[in-house]
Every structure is written in C-alpha cells, then in structure tokens.
C-alpha cells in the first residue's frame, strides 16, 4: 500500500496521464521515471514550492509599507466606520477633532501586520514538515489553491494566537485606543450608531487574509510559470510535468 501511495504521489506531482497510470502502477519496481525523477524529488520538489510561496509571501508583507503602502492589502478603518469617514472628514468640526487620529491608526494597524509576518514562516514550515503522503496527494491532485488551503486549515489556530499578541503591542505603542476611541466617538455622533469593533482581533482577521491571499498568488505561479522555478529541484520536478502536458 505504501509504495502505491508513494507512486500515486509522484504521477499527481508529475502530471502524468490516465493513459499511463496502469503502466506505472503495474512496476512497482520503478524507483525513477522518464526524465530521472525519483519519488523522493517528486515529493521534495512539492514542499519546496510551498516553502519558496510562503518565503515570498511572508517577506514581501513583512517589509516596512509591506502593508500600508499595498493598495491590495492596506488595511482600512472597520467598515463600520467606513461609512462615516467622508462624512467626518467632510465636517470641519469633526475633521479638526478625529482626522489626524484616524490617520493615526491606519498606520499602527498597518504596521502590527507587517510586524506580524515574522510569526508566520516558522508556522508554515512546521506545516509542511508534517505533511503526509495523504495531504501531499489531496495537494497535488487538488489543483491551483490545494496547497494554500492545506495551509489555512493547519495553520490558522497557531497563527491567531501569535499574531494577536504582536498585533496588540503595535496598537499599544501607539495609544491606539485613545485615538479609537475618539474616532468611534465621532462615528457615533454622525451616524448615531455604536461601534464594538475589537482593533486587535480586527487586523488579525485582515492580517491573515492578506497573507493566505499572497501565498495563493504564489502557490499558482510556481505551478504556471516557469521563471518562478528558481532551484534545480523546482526546475526539474515542474519542468517534467509540462513535458508531460
């Protein structure tokens, strides 16, 4: 059972065709393929790419501005108080009292997920490290965003837990809470509304959902495009699946 797993594996990974499959499993000798890919580069290959998408990932949102500065991923006022911004910043009155506090708190939100990536890397790897030959080929067979959702259902739990804390001391150092809440005052003099919104869970949420959505634009490049094969083992696990195209 193992060594067909091990086989099912490497022909998912290696993109070969039905037609083909009867012919592999029937040696169950073969311990490399056409091309000279052996299981063990099948399934290193696999994790290599995961690990360069979340490197990636990571990196490019963990850079000062990775997130302030990223029309994609810059993360707003709760959508609450979105709906009253332009108002607010529309009334002199109220401008004079919250604007530069609401200018204020982007950045400290902001800059809370960018510090946060650096919580990230080591959760992912551990991740991949304890795929098994099940997960690898659920990942492989499942298509362009397998590998992402693999990750967001191992990872989300640890990586709430670290990012809250980070998150947290970045609105602290900012007095967030003071410059909050005279924004949620303004937003309730406006609109008559009250706003609950707790800020550190807030960027958690948004925090996470940026980085999965980066590594997912990473995870389907490294599968489309062969210019983001940068290692020898990428370039040839990735390389002799297109063959097999």
Known sequence: MKKIYLLLITISVIGVSCGELGNVIGNEVLKTLEGGITQDEAANG????????VNNGTGFLGKTDGFLKNAAY??????EVQEA??????????NALVGDYIDKLVTAMNRGAENAMDEAKP??????????????????????GAAT???KRTTSAQLQEKFYPVIK???????????WTKVTTAYNMVMSKEVTTDLNQYVTDNAMSALFKEILKEENNI???PGAR??????KVFGYADSQK
Do not use: W
């Open 149 to 151: 959702d693999y990750l």
């Open 223 to 225: 599968r489309a495009n």
């Open 123 to 144: 959760i992912f790897v551990n991740a991949i490290k304890a795929m098994t030959i099940q997960d690898a080929i659920n990942i492989v067979t499942g298509g362009d």
């Open 169 to 179: 001391e970045s609105l602290d150092k900012v007095n967030a809470n003071e410059p």
């Open 230 to 235: 940068t290692t020898e083992i990428l370039e």
């Open 85 to 94: 911004e332009q108002k607010i910043r529309n009334n002199v009155i109220a």
């Open 46 to 53: 696999l994790k290599e790419a995961l690990v360069k998408g």
């Open 74 to 79: 810059k993360i707003l006022v709760p959508s």
